[in-house]
């Protein structure tokens, strides 16, 4: 017998929580739009997968489990209304694979992908063994999500609906509270009080870690303190008072490795990633502010770090013909942009860094047009292909030319096949070309690499 049904079983977040569920011993089954790539992973896994919604796939007496982006017109999901089915929040399906254990939750605008593949890989190379969900391909491990012996779960908590607040984590860590998702919260004042709702679900013996240089951060960390909760934080700049604190120093940046001290208290502990760029340092300043709540060998665990070795597309190596190097990155808020271009800045020397952007939503290109073409400025060239609309319907006058009239650094806007011939065409030997949003943009990589194929054939 069927125990869950996922619709939209296809999706990062969905597939990850049907291989938790699967691992803990439930029979699972589900259905997405189309067939993929992870739907056959899934199926290797005897996982029971349909490609396509039907209501007579709906397993009789099981739970279904939805994301916010599942529509009551679904047949399925309707279907289950009608027949009175219970119907949980794939979050909530998530708290039931993690019940029983130490629950670490990473949430932010951005960075919350890397920061918990970060922590489930130290943690792993550490020997503590932990079960983790993480939005995003873990290059160690090759999946999102594993069922672990250990003590520790590691889960992405995603604010991007509200859903982040069915949990109720022993470690709260919060990279940023930069507003986004606007669309759901309606204000930033919104925004920002469901991460205080946030931080009251922490375990009274529980506690907070916050990025310091992030202001919104750094003001959550603060009112925590004043409301009597226990906080780290870290940062390159700043720092919590009342909290517990860990300064980064000596940082040295190179293409592929990035070397730190942190200082706590009188300790100097030294740290050494194989990955670069400044937000990755205080990702992983993050993950080790988590060990030490949890009482790991501080030096251990900075060690441990090195074990990370990326996500997939977050800054994703894809291939390299005749001197020019393709990357695929999941960046889709101008801060995210900001960061990934500095790292394509390190990565790429004395070459150029030619970016294919494809905007993500119509309401997140309307409210962060400038701030996305200042973000863009950190390119040498910028190809814009059509806003990819997700879940949202088209909104009049709104197009990625908004964001083209903030910037001279525009070569074109408009459908994703033509814009990645422009972006193949502006890269040259030394250069690197970044395929950049959280849409279908990461398809125009094969046909980036196949028009440089076809120049040096």
């Known amino acids: 017998m069927i125990d869950y049904h996922l619709i939209g079983i296809g999706g990062a977040g969905m597939s990850v929580v049907a291989e938790l569920l699967q691992a ?45 982006a599942v529509k009551e017109t679904n047949p399925e999901l309707a279907y289950a209304l009608k027949m009175g089915m219970p119907v949980i929040h794939r979050s909530e399906a998530l708290a039931l694979a993690a019940s029983g254990l130490e629950f670490i939750a990473v949430a932010g605008a951005h960075g919350k992908t890397t920061t918990s593949g970060m922590l489930a890989a130290a943690f792993s190379a550490l020997g503590a063994d932990p079960s983790f969900a993480v939005g995003g391909i873990v290059s160690k491990f090759g999946t999102g999500a594993r069922l672990g012996a250990g003590p520790f779960f590691i889960a992405e908590a995603d604010e991007s609906d509200g859903s982040f607040l069915n949990y109720a984590p022993r470690v709260a860590l919060v990279t940023n509270v930069e507003p986004d998702h606007l669309d759901h919260y309606g204000s930033e004042a919104a925004f920002e009080a469901a991460f205080d709702k946030f931080v009251s679900k922490i375990t009274a013996e529980g506690a907070l870690v916050v990025c310091a240089d992030d202001p919104g951060a750094q003001a959550l960390g603060n009112r925590a303190v004043a409301a009597g909760r226990r906080v780290w934080a870290y940062g390159l700049e700043n720092i919590v008072e009342g909290g517990e604190n860990l300064k980064i120093s000596q940082l040295e940046l190179f293409e592929n490795k990035a070397k730190f001290v942190v200082e706590y208290g009188v300790k100097q502990i030294p740290v050494e ?185």
């Not at 089954?29 to 896994?45: K, P």
């Not at 005897?46 to 039907?54: E, N």
Request: hydrophobic share 45%; net charge negative; glycine share 10%.
């Open 24 to 68: 803990r011993g439930y029979e699972v089954s589900g259905s997405d739009q189309a067939d993929s790539a992870t739907l056959t992973r899934l199926r290797n896994l005897g996982i029971t997968v349909f490609a396509g919604h039907k209501a007579e796939q709906v397993p009789p007496q099981a739970t279904v489990v939805i994301s916010t």
């Open 273 to 457: 990633l194989n990955v670069t760029g400044a937000h990755n340092v205080l990702n992983a300043t993050g993950a080790l502010a988590v060990g030490l709540e949890l009482g790991l060998d501080v030096g251990t665990v900075a060690e441990s770090l090195a074990a990370f070795s990326g996500t997939g597309r977050r800054f994703e190596f894809k291939g390299e013909i005749s001197q020019r190097r393709l990357f695929d990155d999941y960046a889709h808020h101008p801060s995210e942009v900001q960061a990934a271009l500095k790292q394509a800045r390190i990565v790429a020397g004395s070459g150029k860094v030619v970016v294919l952007f494809q905007p993500h939503l119509y309401s997140r290109t309307l409210n962060f047009q400038a701030e996305f073409a200042s973000a863009l400025e950190l390119a040498d060239a910028v190809v814009l292909a059509d806003i990819y609309g997700a879940r949202e319907e088209p909104m009049g006058g709104v197009t990625s030319h908004l964001i083209a009239e903030h910037t001279e650094k525009v070569s074109f806007v408009g459908a994703l096949e033509a814009a990645a011939k422009v972006a193949a065409d502006l890269t040259h030997a030394g250069d690197i070309c970044i395929t950049m949003g959280a849409g279908s943009v990461t398809g125009a990589g094969e046909l980036i690499l196949k028009a440089w194929q076809n120049q040096f054939e």
